[in-house]
């Protein structure tokens, strides 16, 4: 089967240190981006990348950092410097479709998310 | 500034009753997603839809793009249905999330 696998799915980070959420697709999607999730808040876009070797910061970057080194990963880095890291984080891959019983766009696929919390 | 607006935040329901979440943005799009969050976390997509009506199974998603306007509709509501129901639209290479709304049905 197709699809989005995110890993852990529970991580903890303790004072100072880097942590890294896997993200791997096996969709052939060019397009991929990297959300958090506050309770309340929709999901704020940390990153995209719409190709390999290639990402754009998103609204809330500082503190993340991300690679794009082959199609089918996207890893994200939280690194000491974000200083409210316990979120909930949701991978996702677009891909632009055009069917009559999909409708024309571009569609999102989503893993299955990483809970953050700080130790 | 949020530019997409879900009602209601939060939904009770008992099984059976037929139910409606509104969602309103404020920028032209082309189309508009309905997505479905479950309790363990992750995202379906639903539909996406850019003009008039949509339906699969007991879920059907209007939009009047005129109105900046989507509702998404489930008949014969189930417990099973119980999620947090998402509308987000895409604009340049972003997407933008509502709120969410949650829905609880009860058996």
């Known amino acids: 089967d197709g699809g989005i696998t995110q890993s852990p799915k529970y991580l903890f980070r303790k004072e100072g240190q880097n942590v890294t959420l896997s993200c791997e697709q096996n969709?052939?999607?060019?397009?991929m981006y990297w959300y958090r999730q506050d309770p309340g808040q929709g999901l704020r876009l940390i990153y995209y990348?719409?190709?390999?070797?290639?990402?754009q910061k998103g609204d809330i970057a500082e503190g993340y950092s991300v690679s794009r080194e082959k199609k089918e990963s996207f890893p994200l880095t939280v690194t000491s410097a974000q200083k409210n890291p316990t979120a909930f984080y949701l991978c996702a891959s677009s891909i632009f479709i055009s069917n009559r019983r999909q409708g024309t766009g571009e569609k999102l696929f989503f893993g299955s998310g990483t809970q953050l919390s700080v130790l | 500034k949020n530019e997409v607006e879900q009602s209601p935040q939060n939904l009770t329901a008992q099984e059976g009753e037929f139910i409606t979440i509104n969602c309103s943005y404020s920028v032209g799009i082309s189309a508009l997603h309905w997505l479905q969050q479950h309790p363990g976390g992750g995202i379906v997509s639903l539909f996406m839809?850019?003009?008039g009506k949509k339906k699969h199974g007991r879920l059907i998603a209007t939009i009047n793009i005129q109105e900046k306007h989507s509702s998404l509709h489930i008949t014969a509501s189930h417990p099973r249905d119980s999620a947090v129901y998402i509308c987000?639209?895409?604009?340049?290479?972003?997407?933008?999330f509502g709120t969410g709304t949650s829905l609880t049905v009860i058996p």
């Open positions: 969709l052939n999607h060019d397009a």
């Open positions: 839809l850019s003009s």
């Open positions: 990348s719409q190709i390999v070797n290639d990402f």
């Open positions: 987000a639209f895409r604009t340049g290479n972003q997407f933008y």
